[in-house]
């Protein structure tokens, strides 16, 4: 039996504490663990303060947030705060987008009638703000005049882009370096997804290949749990996922149980 590739990634829930965060991610550093990844929940802990904390306690760590919630933050103040983390940790941030929870977002007074347009306004600004440009958009939603940033990344990070259903798959093949499925156990759900978005790249016109990102949860508790990762992640690679990351059940968050199994 093959174990699971050492590039896997591990999924720190926000069913955690956050004082914990640094320690996961000194340990998974140590480990050799390839990647980290965050939630932004409402109403639990904030995506880009975790993903400091985590990279600052790391050093070679890739960690990336699924996701950051586009009604929330102006999308000046989102490349703002990405261009300084690309630049305190180059190379080992991905950015996560998403629509957000439409519930949670209307709770706090910011959903909008069309979560689609918002986000491609959203996404689209955001790159070109990270890129170094000055951006002077009217739209829907965002609206920005004559915006650029100070201190902009010499690379922009990785953009992923949540999705779930056709349309938001579509465009997030369009839009983004990669799609994030953020809870996939079924390999005929990747497989499903890895077309949609494999015709929004397509249509996009840009070169390339929109990567998939895959969630996956597995319980840590019971036996052969270094056959069950195997397994699971052999299954979601072979239906078209790019990489895979373990995230464990809500009543035994901590990542870091994982570890024996994927040192092999």
């Known amino acids: ?30 480990a050799s663990v390839g990647e980290l990844w965050l939630w932004e929940d409402c109403f639990f802990e904030g995506g880009l303060t975790s993903a400091t904390a985590a990279l600052l306690s790391s050093e070679r760590l890739t960690v990336g947030i699924g996701l950051l919630p586009v009604p929330l933050r102006n999308p000046a103040l989102a490349a703002m705060e990405i261009a300084t983390l690309e630049r305190l940790s180059p190379g080992r ?41 000055t951006v002077d958009v009217d739209g829907r939603y965002v609206k920005l005049a ?5 201190w902009p990344p010499a690379a922009a990070p990785e953009i992923t882009i949540g999705a779930t259903r056709p349309k938001t798959l579509r465009l997030a093949g369009e839009l983004g370096d990669s799609v994030l499925l953020d809870d996939a156990n079924d390999a005929a759900a990747v497989r499903a997804a890895r077309g949609i978005v494999d015709e929004g790249r397509e249509a996009s016109g840009r070169p390339g290949r929109t990567q998939l990102r895959v969630f996956t949860e597995i319980d840590p508790r019971g036996s052969g749990l270094a056959e069950r990762l195997s397994d699971r992640v052999a299954e979601l690679r072979g239906a078209g996922a790019d990489s895979v990351a373990i995230q464990a059940p809500k009543d035994a968050p901590d990542p870091r149980a994982f570890l024996e199994a994927l040192s092999g």
């Open 1 to 30: 039996m093959s174990q699971p590739a050492p590039s896997v990634g591990l999924v720190f829930r926000p069913d955690s504490p956050p004082e914990l965060l640094p320690a996961v991610a000194r340990d998974l550093d140590a």
């Open 93 to 133: 941030f991905v950015a996560g987008f998403g629509h957000g929870v439409l519930d949670w977002m209307g709770q706090v007074g910011a959903r909008v009638a069309s979560p689609l347009t918002l986000l491609r306004e959203y996404v689209t600004a955001v790159r070109a703000l990270l890129a170094g440009e």
């Open 146 to 150: 004559g915006v650029a940033l100070d």
